[in-house]
């Protein structure tokens, strides 16, 4: 009985104590130290050969260099223009199949579904009402595309760019592969970041740009314009999953200039230079080595060599593309996997975000 009252006693003075300290204090909140990379692809046709170099390529290297990468099909973006819902629908599993096939690896990244992930679309609202309308309408690509649209461009149009600055931030992510088209969007994740953090606090991380080593791959037809998929000159591009022959009748019809000796002259030989890009690009070698090692060669056999290089970058890709398209129940797991992921990761970061914001 003693012993038990002792015990008591001892309890007592132990709660009384804790009273008078009070609550433990809360630790300081850490800054985030993960390296987050994150980038985007719309499911609008098969990738062609500028998309690879300029980004597919680089993308699977990242996987080895940073801890977490986030590589997203953005269904919602290819809807500012109008859509055939049972193509995109189709669309989308053909571009899974096309990036599993050039080297994604859902074990070391996360491949997804923008659509799938609703905290996408949330953040972009928040971010959209913090965005005033003459920077929207002062971009590059708007001003492009709407001239193009005339009076037919579309809200969603001028505010994709916001949706595009949600994706990135609602990973907190710290990287971002771009092309050279893109740094003013860039520009805007990083204002809108900025933004953010001035009303509410420190909370997004700034993205910095990775730039793509490789330069834009010109269109076969007109070597001052980029290769673009919506080109009318079928000519023009080269897609990932063109046959042999296709490729070859695409580089012989190519547009180089009267001058039949191969050199790396941008400025005044683009087209041959653009052969000479792609040349250097697909096979790993610089582009001395393949100047030097075209001497004496004329364009036209020049161009069918290049062709060669292209048929055998994607020959092993092509036939794992067709092999991956057969099985849909495979893609759309893969997806839904993936988009399971990335949620585990939005979900937090946009908790804290609503709570920042003022609602419940």
């Given at each position: 009985m003693a012993l038990c009252s002792v015990r008591k006693a001892r309890e007592c003075?132990?709660?009384?104590?804790?009273?008078h300290k009070g609550p433990a204090a809360t630790p300081a909140p850490q800054k985030d130290s993960v390296e987050r990379v994150f980038s985007g692809i719309q499911p609008t046709g098969i990738p062609h050969l500028g998309n690879?170099?300029?980004?597919?390529?680089?993308?699977?290297?990242?996987?080895?260099?940073?801890?977490?990468?986030?590589?997203?099909?953005?269904?919602?973006?290819?809807?500012?223009i109008p859509q055939d819902p049972s193509v995109l629908q189709q669309s989308i599993l053909d571009m899974t199949a096309v990036l599993l096939a050039c080297g994604i690896n859902p074990e070391k990244s996360i491949l997804f579904q923008?659509?799938?992930?609703?905290?996408?679309?949330?953040?972009?609202?928040?971010?959209?009402?913090?965005?005033?309308l003459p920077r929207l309408q002062h971009l590059?690509?708007?001003?492009?595309?709407?001239?193009?649209?005339?009076?037919?461009g579309t809200v969603g149009l001028l505010t994709y760019p916001v949706l595009q600055a949600a994706d990135i931030l609602c990973y907190k992510s710290t990287h971002v592969p771009v092309g050279e088209d893109q740094v003013q969007h860039m520009e805007l994740v990083q204002d809108l970041a900025r933004s953010f953090n001035q009303k509410y606090g420190e909370f997004f991380p700034l993205p910095k740009s990775i730039l793509t080593s490789m330069k834009k791959v010109k269109?076969?037809?007109?070597?001052?314009?980029?290769?673009?998929?919506?080109?009318?000159?079928?000519?023009?591009?080269?897609?990932i999953t063109d046959?042999?022959?296709?490729?070859?009748?695409?580089?012989?019809?190519a547009v180089t200039d009267f001058t039949s000796e191969v050199t790396y002259e941008p400025e005044s030989r683009a087209g041959v230079s653009n052969m000479v890009a792609i040349h250097a690009a697909v096979s790993g070698l610089s582009v001395e080595e393949v100047v030097r090692s075209s001497a004496?060669?004329?364009?036209?056999?020049?161009?069918?060599?290049?062709?060669?290089?292209?048929?055998?970058?994607?020959?092993?890709?092509?036939?794992?593309?067709?092999?991956?398209?057969?099985?849909?129940?495979?893609?759309?797991?893969?997806?839904?996997?993936?988009?399971?992921?990335?949620?585990?990761?939005?979900?937090?970061?946009?908790?804290?975000?609503?709570?920042?914001?003022?609602?419940?």
């Amino acid at each position: 009985m003693a012993l038990c009252s002792v015990r008591k006693a001892r309890e007592c003075w132990s709660f009384i104590r804790a009273l008078h300290k009070g609550p433990a204090a809360t630790p300081a909140p850490q800054k985030d130290s993960v390296e987050r990379v994150f980038s985007g692809i719309q499911p609008t046709g098969i990738p062609h050969l500028g998309n690879y170099l300029g980004a597919i390529e680089s993308w699977v290297k990242l996987q080895e260099e940073y801890d977490t990468v986030l590589y997203s099909i953005v269904d919602f973006h290819s809807i500012t223009i109008p859509q055939d819902p049972s193509v995109l629908q189709q669309s989308i599993l053909d571009m899974t199949a096309v990036l599993l096939a050039c080297g994604i690896n859902p074990e070391k990244s996360i491949l997804f579904q923008q659509s799938q992930v609703s905290e996408h679309t949330q953040l972009s609202w928040i971010l959209t009402c913090m965005v005033r309308l003459p920077r929207l309408q002062h971009l590059h690509q708007w001003k492009a595309k709407a001239a193009r649209q005339k009076h037919d461009g579309t809200v969603g149009l001028l505010t994709y760019p916001v949706l595009q600055a949600a994706d990135i931030l609602c990973y907190k992510s710290t990287h971002v592969p771009v092309g050279e088209d893109q740094v003013q969007h860039m520009e805007l994740v990083q204002d809108l970041a900025r933004s953010f953090n001035q009303k509410y606090g420190e909370f997004f991380p700034l993205p910095k740009s990775i730039l793509t080593s490789m330069k834009k791959v010109k269109s076969l037809r007109d070597p001052s314009a980029k290769m673009s998929k919506s080109d009318p000159d079928k000519l023009a591009t080269v897609g990932i999953t063109d046959s042999p022959e296709e490729i070859v009748q695409k580089f012989r019809k190519a547009v180089t200039d009267f001058t039949s000796e191969v050199t790396y002259e941008p400025e005044s030989r683009a087209g041959v230079s653009n052969m000479v890009a792609i040349h250097a690009a697909v096979s790993g070698l610089s582009v001395e080595e393949v100047v030097r090692s075209s001497a004496g060669m004329d364009t036209a056999r020049y161009k069918l060599l290049v062709a060669d290089a292209v048929i055998e970058k994607f020959a092993p890709i092509r036939s794992e593309i067709e092999k991956l398209k057969m099985d849909k129940d495979h893609l759309k797991k893969v997806l839904h996997v993936g988009s399971a992921k990335a949620k585990e990761l939005a979900y937090p970061v946009f908790e804290q975000v609503k709570k920042l914001v003022g609602i419940l």
